[in-house]
Nanobody
Framework: VQLVESGGGLVQPGGSLRLSCAASEDISSIGVMGWYRQAPGKERELCATVTSGGSLKYGDSVKGRFTISQDNAKNMLYLQMNSLKPDDTAVYYC???????????????WGQGTQVTVSS
């Protein structure tokens, strides 16, 4: 599957952005999809994931501010980001993990990333 992110950019502190991830294949069969981010000099960290069963998980640093959603009909994944802070500045990556029938990861795909900069 190919994943293409969009929606990044420059936003002031307290502002909002919505990231989009377009998948080249049917996402309803993907075990886990999500968003991760990586700031300069830091490790890639979890923002949010959603399973094929609809379970959601958020990283501690974004809980209450970010919301993950998906549109299976359009093969799209979204990340609504509110109350943005300078510490949210990073490259944001879309992630897709295919699993077997037992939930064991088989293969993982990443998008190319989209830059989000929060600054006044």
């Amino acid at each position: 599957v190919q994943l293409v992110e969009s929606g990044g950019g420059l936003v002031q502190p307290g502002g909002s952005l919505r990231l989009s991830c377009a998948a080249s294949e049917d996402i309803s069969s993907i075990g886990v999809m999500g968003w991760y981010r990586q700031a300069p000099g830091k490790e890639r960290e979890l923002c949010a994931t959603v399973t094929s069963g609809g379970s959601l998980k958020y990283g501690d640093s974004v809980k209450g501010r970010f919301t993950i959603s998906q549109d299976n009909a359009k093969n799209m994944l979204y990340l609504q980001m509110n109350s943005l802070k300078p510490d949210d500045t990073a490259v944001y990556y879309c992630h897709a993990e295919y699993q077997d029938d037992y939930g064991v990861p088989l293969v993982v795909y990443w998008g190319q990333g989209t830059q989000v900069t929060v600054s006044s």
